[in-house]
């Protein structure tokens, strides 16, 4: 029987507008109840439920002092009566502490709506052969609104503790330089969300007032809710992300910087047999902000710097033992000025580093041994580099990736323009819709390639040149 035929006791769900009234409003914080029962034994869990509700459907994450949950589906509808009802899926990650449970698991719920008492309610069931009851209770308006916080215009996140470090120091005022946060002062929301608020000075006074904060762990999973949470709780006028990700090797070199254009969920669809069809949400940045993002010059940030000798000719040896042929790479021309390409590799090969044979360029033992020389003594993570911004989609997934083959499965899948790869920018750009805030930016330092090269030498160069990127940006946006 089709899922849609229409012959079960609900009814379809049609797309949800805000004039069809398919569907009531069920987004927000809600306090919940987990009723459970294992075996003999019964219990009760208090929980916390964020539920997302746009034109896409329905999202629904839950935590707990044991677990988190994810929505695998979320399917409204209404039963014959006309009651509201959703169908839901979802997967439970046990904590490490405080569960039972050691490994993730999968359950059901048939959940209902009171619309009278504002209650979604209904008996779930789980691979773990446990079952039992959930009560939510929508936190009234006044809560969810407050006690609010001093509104701030800039909400940055960060997801590494690396990239809120950077971030820290970046947008803080230092000697010599006075413009900045002069002090961060620690704050919590009502629903405990550490974060840091300062105002940012430029010439004395002040631009703008900046929140930073950072979930426990990387991934959509837990930025979601702090994101949301601190939105409601600071009111910002903009969405904010730093960091790092991976960068596909056709487009991007180690340390380039990538701007958001638009970013989605990869990672989100349905898994047949014999492949995997994804379900692409694309959630873009304004027009006014990607033309702005367009006029950012890398050579007006820090980081920024002209390779010497060595550093070209390690660039240059380091791409032929990965593989590559640096003729073909786009960052070639920021590594070598006219008339530098030869020069250089006259002197390697001279040196016995490298041969030239035809039309092709290999490394000798000699520039073999020296590259994995560097690879050993090489660790500390580069001052400068000849870096560019580029503007482009970042893809958003639930793994950490260095399989090497993902860039393809990105492009058959659709999005052929792909530069970035992590684990948020989704989640950032769809935080910013459901919360009514309508400009945010991701700005992505490249730390690796996604494939089995992948190291963290470039992580602390990244996260700090997006954090200057970031600053620079904002400074233009507030002073127009």
């Not at 069809?20 to 019964?42: C, L, S, Y």
């Not at 169908?87 to 059901?108: F, L, R």
């Not at 900046?210 to 949301?228: C, D, N, Q, W």
């Not at 769809?430 to 490249?446: D, H, L, T, Y």
Request: net charge negative; proline share 5%; charged share 25%.
């Amino acid at each position: 029987m089709s899922d849609d035929d229409g012959s079960g006791e609900t009814r379809p769900h049609e797309p949800m507008t805000s004039e069809d009234g398919a569907f009531p409003t069920v987004g927000g914080t809600w306090k919940m109840e987990i009723h459970w029962q294992r075996g003999d034994r019964v219990g009760k869990v208090d929980a916390t439920a964020i539920i997302h509700q746009s034109d896409w459907g329905i999202d629904m994450q839950v935590y707990s002092i044991g677990s988190d949950s994810r929505t695998i589906l979320a399917r409204p509808g209404r039963e014959l009566s006309g009651r509201p009802v959703i169908h839901y899926m979802y997967e439970v990650e046990p904590k490490a502490m405080w569960s039972d449970a050691v490994n993730p698991y999968k359950g059901a719920a048939i959940l209902r709506l009171n619309e009278h008492t504002d209650e979604l309610s209904g008996n779930y069931w789980t691979s773990q052969l446990s079952k039992g009851y959930f009560k939510l209770v929508r936190e009234p308006e006044a809560l969810l609104n407050g006690p609010r916080g001093d509104s701030v215009d800039v909400l940055l996140i960060t997801a590494l503790a690396e990239e809120f470090s950077e971030a820290r120091s970046v947008f803080s005022s230092h000697t010599g330089s006075p413009d900045g946060v002069t002090e961060w002062l620690p704050q919590k929301t009502h629903l405990n969300d550490d974060h840091l608020v300062g105002s940012f000075f430029v010439g004395g006074e002040v631009l703008f007032r900046i929140a930073l904060a950072k979930p426990s762990r990387m991934g959509s999973v837990s930025t979601s809710p702090v994101a949301t949470n601190l939105a409601n709780h600071l009111r910002p006028k903009c969405l904010v992300m730093c960091g790092v990700c991976a960068g596909n090797p056709g487009d991007v070199e180690l340390g380039d910087l990538i701007v958001s254009e638009l970013a989605y969920q990869y990672d989100e669809g349905k898994r047949e047999k014999d492949e995997f069809l994804s379900d692409i949400r694309q959630a873009r940045i304004s027009k006014e902000w990607q033309a702005a993002a367009q006029a950012l010059d890398p050579r007006d940030l820090p980081s920024f710097g002209h390779p010497d000798d060595e550093e070209r000719q390690l660039w240059l040896m380091h791409k032929l033992y990965q593989g590559f042929d640096p003729r073909l790479l786009p960052a070639r021309k920021r590594y070598f000025a006219d008339g530098e390409w030869s020069s250089t590799l006259v002197g390697l090969e001279k040196s016995g580093e490298l041969k030239i044979e035809g039309t092709s360029i290999k490394l000798t033992e000699a520039g073999r041994s020296a590259v994995e020389r560097s690879l050993v003594l090489d660790v500390d993570p580069p001052k400068s580099l000849p870096f560019e911004i580029k503007i482009g989609p970042i893809a958003s997934g639930n793994v950490v990736v260095k399989d090497g083959v993902t860039w393809g499965k990105l492009k058959r899948m659709g999005v052929r323009t792909v530069l970035g790869l992590e684990m948020e920018a989704a989640t950032i750009g769809e935080v910013a819709k459901q919360c009514g805030i309508r400009e945010w930016i991701v700005i992505k330092g490249v730390m690796d390639h996604a494939d089995p090269n992948k190291a963290d030498r470039f992580k602390p160069f990244a996260a700090r040149a997006s954090a200057e990127a970031l600053r620079n940006f904002l400074i233009g946006r507030f002073s127009v």
